[in-house]
């Protein structure tokens, strides 16, 4: 309680540095990490707190990128005022108009929203990546790389939190290293580009239209901390192969063509066949971390809302494994995981 008592204090503090009355707060949803958020609003002014516990998170990634996206001419939220220390951020509200809502209320307007997050990230990959960022009056960020390891990392996941929930008996040592030698090779076969700006949760809960604005202006960044330098595909994967929402296959071929179109016409040199190769190792990746992360989160964190997430990424994955390339790493995954199965929730069995 004391703990609890402390930060409350550490926060009105900051508030009352910044002129901000604990009475102009309300609660706005979390995330799947440790930060909450809070509207601020009085009559003429509004804002939003970013409560990140330092022991817990980092906001000067948050800080540092939203810097860069601002100078660089994307939609991302205006840092008000900070203390790194205490995990703190004031931010600019840009208010309630998430994709993933204008899209439920309008559905007509799901193809015009997502041309525009396609475009953005046509825009963001033509801009040279800084390795090194500026903010807060002379601190400096570096961008970390989204290498072949951490992709690894990230994919064992599933392994080490999902597999064991839904296997009947324990899981042999022997399969933990097929599936990450399968991986290890599947990476190595993700075709080389020069690496871009990876917001690497760029998804319709993630995405705010800001109808006011025009072109790419209009597509606000709320999530992208934790930024790394990898490939151009990774964000259209994150975008089209949604754990939220259902994006048809339609729309997402549309979108993919979208993309390459745009970025060819902007100079890059993109082979189509390639691309749908690391199209396809990417999201059979991020969708196998995803599995292993809703897993740790109702199993470590006690979020269990998550689970019922996992029968929809489990249909994502199914659709990326039916990619030639990774027809090894299908028959793993058919062997270990049989769809009735996949059809069931950690915990259930």
Same mark, same amino acid.
């Given at each position: 309680?004391?703990?609890?008592?402390?930060?409350? @204090?550490?926060?009105?503090?900051?508030?009352?540095?910044?002129?901000?009355?604990?009475?102009?707060?309300?609660?706005?949803?979390? &995330?799947?990490?440790?930060?909450?958020?809070?509207?601020?609003?009085?009559?003429?002014?509004?804002?939003?707190?970013?409560? /990140?516990?330092?022991?817990?998170?980092?906001?000067?990634?948050?800080?540092?990128?939203?810097?860069?996206?601002?100078?660089?001419?994307? $939609?991302?939220?205006?840092?008000?005022?900070? !203390?790194? &220390? /205490?995990?703190?951020?004031?931010?600019?509200?840009?208010?309630?108009?998430?994709?993933?809502?204008?899209?439920?209320?309008?559905?007509? =307007?799901?193809?015009?929203?997502?041309?525009?997050?396609?475009?953005?990230?046509?825009?963001?990959?033509?801009?040279?990546?800084?390795?090194?960022?500026?903010?807060?009056?002379? !601190?400096?960020?570096?961008?970390?790389?989204?290498?072949?390891?951490?992709?690894?990392?990230?994919?064992?996941?599933?392994?080490?939190?999902?597999?064991?929930?839904?296997?009947?008996? /324990?899981? /042999?040592?022997?399969?933990?290293?097929?599936?990450? !030698?399968?991986?290890?090779?599947?990476?190595?076969?993700?075709? =080389?580009?020069?690496?871009?700006?990876?917001?690497?949760?760029?998804? @319709?809960?993630?995405?705010?239209?800001?109808?006011?604005? $025009?072109?790419? @202006?209009?597509?606000?960044?709320?999530?992208?901390?934790?930024?790394?330098?990898?490939?151009?595909?990774?964000?259209?994967?994150?975008?089209?192969?949604?754990?939220?929402?259902?994006? $048809?296959?339609?729309?997402?071929?549309?979108?993919?063509?979208?993309?390459? !179109?745009?970025?060819?016409?902007?100079?890059?040199?993109? &082979?189509?066949?390639?691309?749908?190769?690391?199209?396809?190792?990417?999201?059979?990746?991020?969708?196998?971390?995803?599995?292993?992360?809703?897993?740790?989160?109702?199993?470590?964190?006690?979020?269990?809302?998550?689970?019922?997430?996992?029968?929809?990424?489990?249909?994502?994955?199914?659709?990326?494994?039916?990619?030639?390339?990774?027809?090894?790493?299908?028959?793993?995954?058919?062997?270990?995981?049989?769809?009735?199965?996949?059809?069931?929730?950690?915990?259930?069995?």
């Amino acid at each position: 309680m004391m703990q609890m008592e402390d930060r409350d @204090a550490i926060i009105s503090g900051f508030l009352a540095a910044e002129g901000w009355e604990d009475r102009f707060r309300a609660p706005l949803s979390g &995330d799947a990490s440790f930060r909450c958020y809070e509207r601020l609003h009085d009559r003429e002014r509004k804002a939003v707190l970013m409560n /990140a516990p330092p022991d817990k998170e980092d906001v000067r990634p948050f800080w540092a990128l939203a810097c860069h996206l601002r100078a660089t001419g994307f $939609s991302a939220p205006e840092v008000i005022a900070g !203390n790194c &220390d /205490a995990g703190l951020l004031l931010l600019e509200d840009f208010g309630d108009e998430l994709y993933s809502r204008v899209v439920e209320d309008n559905p007509d =307007a799901e193809e015009l929203l997502y041309s525009a997050a396609v475009d953005l990230l046509v825009d963001l990959h033509q801009q040279p990546i800084a390795q090194n960022l500026s903010f807060a009056k002379g !601190n400096r960020y570096r961008v970390p790389r989204y290498s072949e390891q951490l992709l690894l990392e990230e994919a064992q996941l599933f392994t080490t939190w999902y597999l064991p929930e839904v296997s009947v008996s /324990a899981v /042999a040592q022997g399969e933990k290293v097929v599936f990450t !030698n399968l991986w290890r090779d599947l990476l190595c076969r993700v075709p =080389a580009t020069a690496p871009v700006l990876v917001l690497r949760d760029y998804h @319709a809960d993630n995405l705010i239209w800001l109808s006011e604005r $025009s072109g790419i @202006a209009r597509v606000g960044l709320l999530d992208f901390q934790d930024g790394v330098a990898g490939h151009p595909a990774y964000d259209l994967v994150s975008l089209l192969e949604d754990a939220r929402r259902d994006v $048809s296959p339609l729309l997402a071929g549309t979108m993919i063509e979208r993309y390459v !179109n745009g970025a060819s016409n902007h100079g890059a040199a993109i &082979d189509r066949d390639e691309f749908r190769i690391a199209y396809a190792i990417l999201g059979a990746q991020r969708n196998t971390k995803i599995i292993g992360i809703f897993t740790r989160l109702w199993r470590r964190d006690k979020k269990p809302i998550y689970l019922e997430l996992i029968p929809r990424v489990w249909g994502l994955l199914a659709r990326d494994l039916e990619h030639p390339a990774l027809t090894d790493l299908k028959s793993w995954y058919d062997n270990q995981v049989p769809a009735a199965v996949r059809a069931t929730v950690p915990g259930s069995i």
